[in-house]
């Protein structure tokens, strides 16, 4: 049988580890090849490293920065930050990464999907919304770190990336993101019920239940989570933790 | 000495990485004298069939590569695309395969999919033997493996499949013909499971 994949979200800041609250005050949590290498030995599903940099400082993807950490990733690895063309997500594809994820450039030019699907194959394109709620129902998308509102809607562009040959879709809630009171189920299920391909959602795990509780109530889904992984406690102590494998069991 | 064949697709550093740190001698091969002392080779691949098998061709490996797999009998080991590669053609391109083993690579049929059961079929999966290989040594009869594709290698020759997986239906997710082996899944990507499975390949 196919499992559901529990999925830590890495977030890289000034070539450090971060983690935001509301996409805001990010707190520095550590390396990111350190971190890499604490989840190799935990034998995560999958990881995700997104460089939330990048595309607001204008830039390319730092290519070697990338290439350090596929060297060390024993898991399949997505990477999601500034990638713009199609020559960039096969270059990064090339350095040793399963997948890129990319969001921004998507809005301004949706054909793009299919460019890259065409060439690298839909399995490798994950498509990142980061929405946040609107004041009277709905979503918003946003980019640029949520300092940028798209004016479009999102079960359209959601059905319309999928159509276009993205392979996987991440939902990623600001409101939620490191807010750790569990995910937002509404907006999941609104987003599945328009997909037949992977979901991965993302922002407001505080506790394993709140993964178990959408695996149960979804089924085959992509959980992922950053300051369930990274913190511990009430006072939020850096400490890297993950679901054993008997853990992981109890939650499917 | 195994060789790893980079034509530009697959993740070449992590099957280097792995060898490394298993302390097995194994070199990239990105040219035709690479080959020199080589005893086994890796076929990687990842994405479009057509365009993996362009690549390949373009690579000028392809020569050396048929004579060692089929006249010098070398074994061979396909990941993924480079599994499907090996097959006679793809319903996901209109290029031959290299049709090393008696197979087509179809696609997952999708009335049977969407909703429940999303494409591509990503994620760990069980890897479910069908006979006792070499390849599986020391690997737990359903232990899992990742996987990252939409379309499946489908054995003409039964014989040939040795391990099946299951989504939506059963299919091969490892295939052995005499010295030809390939699987769907990615070793390179599966935590201790595929180093075992990647460690057997290079004791073969």
């Given at each position: 049988m196919l499992y559901p994949r529990i999925i830590p979200c890495l977030l890289i800041h000034n070539k450090g580890l971060v983690k935001t609250v509301k996409f805001k005050d990010s707190k520095y949590v550590g390396d990111p090849i350190n971190a890499v290498k604490i989840f190799n030995e935990k034998e995560v599903d999958?990881?995700?490293?997104?460089?939330?940099?990048?595309t607001v400082e204008n830039r390319e993807p730092d290519y070697k920065m990338i290439e350090n950490l596929a060297n060390e990733c024993r898991m399949p690895l997505c990477y999601g930050g500034g990638i713009k063309t199609t020559?960039?997500?096969?270059?990064?594809?090339?350095?040793?990464?399963?997948?890129?994820?990319?969001?921004?450039?998507?809005?301004?030019?949706?054909?793009?999907?299919?460019?890259i699907s065409t060439k690298v194959g839909s399995q490798s394109v994950v498509v990142v919304f980061d929405v946040r709620k609107k004041l009277f129902g709905g979503y918003d998308i946003h980019t640029h770190n949520a300092k940028n509102k798209i004016k479009q809607d999102l079960l359209e562009l959601v059905e319309r990336v999928q159509n276009l040959g993205a392979g996987e879709i991440i939902i990623?809630?600001?409101?939620?993101?490191?807010?750790?009171?569990?995910?937002?189920?509404?907006?999941?299920?609104?987003?599945?019920?328009?997909?037949?391909?992977?979901?991965?959602?993302?922002?407001?795990?505080?506790?394993?239940?709140?993964?178990?509780?959408?695996?149960?109530?979804?089924?085959?889904?992509?959980?992922?989570?950053?300051?369930?992984?990274?913190?511990?406690?009430?006072?939020?102590?850096?400490?890297?933790?993950?679901?054993?494998?008997?853990?992981?069991?109890?939650?499917? | 000495m195994i060789g790893i064949v980079d034509y530009g697709i697959g993740n070449i550093k992590a099957f280097s990485n792995i060898y490394k740190q298993l302390d097995i001698p194994h070199r990239?091969?990105?040219?035709?004298?690479?080959?020199?002392?080589?005893?086994?080779?890796?076929?990687?691949?990842?994405?479009?069939?057509?365009?993996?098998?362009i690549r390949l061709g373009e690579?000028?490996?392809?020569?050396?590569?048929?004579?060692?797999?089929?006249?010098?009998?070398?074994?061979?080991?396909?990941?993924?695309?480079?599994?499907?590669?090996?097959?006679?053609?793809?319903?996901?391109?209109?290029?031959?395969?290299?049709?090393?083993?008696?197979?087509?690579?179809?696609?997952?049929?999708?009335?049977?999919?969407?909703?429940?059961?999303?494409?591509?079929?990503?994620?760990?999966?069980?890897v479910n033997q069908i006979a006792s290989n070499p390849l599986f040594k020391d690997i737990n009869v359903n232990a899992r493996f990742y996987f990252l594709h939409s379309y499946y290698?489908?054995?003409?020759?039964?014989?040939?499949?040795?391990?099946?997986?299951?989504?939506?239906?059963?299919?091969?997710?490892?295939?052995?013909?005499?010295?030809?082996f390939g699987v769907q899944f990615h070793p390179e990507k599966s935590h201790h499971n595929g180093m075992q499975l990647l460690k057997n390949f290079s004791n073969l």
């Open positions: 999958e990881l995700i490293i997104l460089d939330i940099d990048a020559a960039q997500a096969q270059k990064i594809l090339s350095l040793g990464v399963e997948k890129i994820a990319i969001s921004s450039v998507v809005f301004d030019n949706p054909e793009l999907i299919k460019e990623n809630s600001i409101d939620n993101d490191g807010v750790m009171k569990g995910y937002d189920l509404d907006l999941i299920g609104k987003v599945k019920n328009k997909l037949n391909i992977p979901m991965t959602v993302l922002g407001g795990a505080g506790t394993l239940k709140d993964i178990g509780g959408t695996i149960e109530k979804f089924g085959i889904i992509g959980c992922a989570a950053g300051s369930l992984f990274v913190f511990k406690g009430k006072y939020k102590a850096v400490l890297i933790s993950y679901p054993n494998v008997e853990g992981k069991q109890k939650l499917f | 990239i091969i990105t040219s035709k004298k690479h080959f020199k002392d080589v005893e086994k080779i890796i076929l990687p691949g990842v994405g479009a069939f057509d365009h993996a098998m690579s000028g490996l392809l020569e050396t590569l048929n004579d060692l797999v089929l006249n010098k009998k070398k074994p061979v080991l396909g990941i993924c695309v480079g599994m499907q590669m090996m097959a006679k053609s793809s319903e996901e391109g209109v290029l031959s395969g290299l049709g090393w083993i008696e197979a087509t690579v179809n696609k997952f049929n999708k009335e049977k999919f969407g909703g429940d059961k999303p494409l591509p079929h990503m994620g760990w999966n069980s290698f489908k054995s003409i020759n039964k014989e040939n499949s040795i391990a099946f997986a299951e989504y939506g239906d059963q299919f091969t997710c490892a295939t052995n013909q005499d010295n030809i």
